[in-house]
């Protein structure tokens, strides 16, 4: 069974940079046809999905966020990871790391769903 | 970015009921949508696929229907443990976006 865990500081200063790690378990990050994910979730709002990558390092991110997101891959270590830089109060949110699972259907169109996410962690933008 | 509506934002029903929510893109995704289940304080469930494809595992009486624009996710009876917050997906074109959700409570 896969699981994935998020760490990283709960409480980060605004102009900073959150650092967030999503460690796998259960299976090796650099099989099978996955990208990894991280998408946020403000309080008592939806959900933003922030960006991906696959294990070759190719990377996608949400425009809005694209000046100030980098994801990373270690696959020594089975783990990816979010940096967000120049964080304000609106970046308050719980991140949440995903396994999004893609594969193509008879007729080669993609298909994806997010099949396997973390519990989440709260991070806090605040002096 | 392809903006997903949820209507309605939240709903209030009685065990039992029949529970619809549907779902709106600002354009023609195909299928290329799926149906989450939120509990509070968990992270989002898969719940339906490609618009109508029932995950392994996810009780019968969830379904979805619906193609180009327009969605539809069904509860056939509600239970007492599918209190939660649902969300549309659509992956057609990145970003990924997700609808606002629709709480779903007892009554």
């Known amino acids: 069974q896969v699981q994935l865990q998020e760490s990283g500081p709960g409480l980060v200063k605004p102009s900073q940079t959150l650092s967030l790690t999503c460690t796998v378990s259960?299976?090796?990050?650099?099989?099978?046809?996955?990208?990894w994910s991280w998408i946020r979730q403000p309080a008592g709002k939806g959900l933003e999905w922030i960006g991906r990558i696959y294990t070759s390092g190719s990377t996608n991110y949400n425009p809005s966020l694209k000046s100030r997101v980098t994801i990373s891959v270690d696959t020594s270590k089975n783990q990816f990871s979010l940096k967000l830089s120049s964080v304000t109060a609106a970046d308050t949110a719980v991140y949440y790391c995903a396994r999004e699972k893609y594969y193509y259907d008879s007729s080669g169109y993609y298909k994806m769903t997010f099949d396997y996410w973390g519990q989440g962690t709260l991070v806090t933008v605040s002096s | 970015d392809i903006q997903m509506t949820q209507s309605p934002s939240s709903l209030s029903a009685s065990v039992g009921d029949r529970v619809t929510i549907t779902c709106q893109a600002s354009q023609d995704i195909s299928n290329y949508l799926n149906w989450y289940q939120q509990k509070p304080g968990k992270a989002p469930k898969l719940l339906i696929y490609d618009a109508s494809n029932l995950e392994t595992g996810v009780p019968s009486r969830f379904s979805g229907s619906g193609s180009g624009t327009d969605f539809t996710f069904t509860i056939s009876s509600l239970q007492p443990e599918d209190i939660a917050t649902y969300y549309c997906q659509q992956y057609d074109n990145l970003p990924q976006t997700f609808g606002q959700g629709t709480k779903v409570e007892i009554k």
């Open positions: 259960g299976g090796s990050i650099s099989s099978g046809s996955y990208y």
